[in-house]
């Protein structure tokens, strides 16, 4: 099973945005020391606690200080931007890191329905022409335009050795059925997604083979995790992030992560204990032991060959020590 870190660069209640930036850098570092396979940076735009907006920015410092580990967007939102833009970045950064970038794409807006408009005009208008957006980006990245369109005689310079690998990224069956379509890789938001997972990544497969049946169905799976030593200190760990999601779903004014204590300390009413049942109920929780049970039992359903790891901790010490144990448990 290889595996991977999603970063969704999370500001700890008490630090600052530039804390979280260099807080990636460092994990991103981590990760490829000890030998994960990918890091991908998710764009999310003025939503509290949240501190990238562009994740191929935070990109040319993170393949700047790693070596091996694939860097890429997770994912770049595009009904927000022109294909010929994206290309451009991302061909960037392919050319300055050499076979090690992803271009992940989703079609979210990100952030509240202000920042949206703030972004980009009719955006449910783009949401629909997403997928003739692609079919240009993918055009773009393999220089490819038939020679009678008007774009052919345009690269989206510079023009990298290898391109970046595009992947589609998800969290229902209408995703899959386009990266099918496409002939792409697909990656589904298990962590985000209140729909049946492995069913919708077995049609992405049989899609996939009906529309392109001399490709491999390249699939990642992103879930949430938290790990430590033992399974109380995981359980723990988890509260910070669940409290953090119980105030943003309410739209209360979020300084960042709060601390454990204040999610321990913190009224729950009933409502609010049943999401954070569910959310405990679809994240991966405990000690190495449980969670490599636990990732080889989802693998088992959802018949993935990759996992992508979220962890959002208030604590940077206790998600650094998360992805060691991992690290240590799943590598050995």
């Known amino acids: 099973m290889k595996l991977s870190i999603l970063e969704q660069v999370p500001i700890a209640q008490g630090e600052s945005a530039n804390d979280a930036l260099?807080?990636?850098?460092?994990?991103?570092?981590?990760?490829?020391k000890l030998g994960y396979t990918r890091f991908w940076v998710a764009e999310h735009h003025d939503l509290p606690g949240l501190a990238?907006?562009?994740?191929?920015?935070?990109?040319?410092?993170?393949?700047?200080?790693?070596?091996?580990?694939?860097i890429g967007s997770g994912a770049v939102l595009l009904p927000h931007y022109k294909p010929f833009n994206i290309a451009e970045r991302y061909n960037l950064l392919a050319t300055l890191f050499p076979e090690r970038v992803d271009l992940g794409i989703g079609r979210a807006p990100g952030g509240s329905a202000e920042a949206t408009m703030a972004l980009a005009d009719n955006f449910l208008e783009q949401v629909r022409h997403m997928p003739e957006?692609?079919?240009?980006l993918l055009h773009f990245l393999n220089n490819n335009f038939p020679d009678t369109h008007m774009f052919s005689k345009i690269s989206p310079a510079p023009v990298p050795h290898a391109s970046p690998e595009p992947w589609l990224l998800g969290t229902s069956e209408k995703s899959a059925y386009l990266a099918a379509e496409k002939g792409m890789a697909y990656a589904f938001g298990?962590?985000?997604?209140?729909?049946?997972?492995?069913?919708?990544?077995?049609?992405?497969?049989?899609?996939?083979?009906?529309?392109?049946?001399?490709?491999?169905a390249k699939t990642i799976v992103a879930v949430t995790v938290f790990c430590?030593?033992?399974?109380?200190?995981?359980?723990?760990?988890?509260?910070?992030?669940q409290l953090w999601?119980?105030?943003?779903?309410?739209g209360e004014a979020?300084?960042?992560?709060?601390?454990?204590?204040?999610?321990?300390?913190?009224?729950?009413?009933?409502?609010?204990?049943e999401t954070v049942?569910?959310?405990?109920?679809?994240?991966?929780?405990?000690?190495?032991?449980?969670?490599?049970?636990?990732?080889?039992?989802?693998?088992?359903?959802?018949?993935?060959?990759?996992?992508?790891?979220?962890?959002?901790?208030?604590?940077?010490?206790?998600?650094?020590?998360?992805?060691?144990?991992?690290?240590?448990?799943?590598?050995?």
């Open 190 to 216: 298990h962590f985000m997604s209140d729909k049946d997972g492995p069913q919708i990544m077995e049609t992405y497969r049989e899609e996939l083979q009906k529309k392109h049946p001399k490709k491999h």
């Open 52 to 70: 990238c907006p562009a994740p191929d920015v935070l990109l040319g410092m993170i393949g700047q200080k790693t070596t091996n580990i694939r």
């Open 245 to 250: 999601k119980i105030k943003q779903d309410k």
């Open 277 to 332: 049942k569910n959310m405990q109920e679809k994240a991966v929780i405990g000690n190495p032991a449980e969670v490599k049970g636990q990732l080889l039992a989802l693998q088992d359903r959802y018949k993935a060959e990759e996992f992508m790891l979220v962890t959002n901790t208030h604590n940077r010490s206790d998600r650094l020590n998360s992805y060691r144990l991992i690290a240590k448990e799943m590598f050995k």
């Open 254 to 273: 979020i300084a960042g992560l709060p601390t454990v204590e204040e999610a321990k300390a913190y009224a729950y009413t009933n409502e609010e204990k």
């Open 22 to 32: 260099h807080a990636s850098l460092e994990l991103a570092k981590l990760g490829d």
């Open 133 to 136: 957006r692609l079919n240009e």
């Open 228 to 241: 430590a030593e033992t399974t109380e200190k995981a359980a723990d760990m988890a509260l910070s992030s």
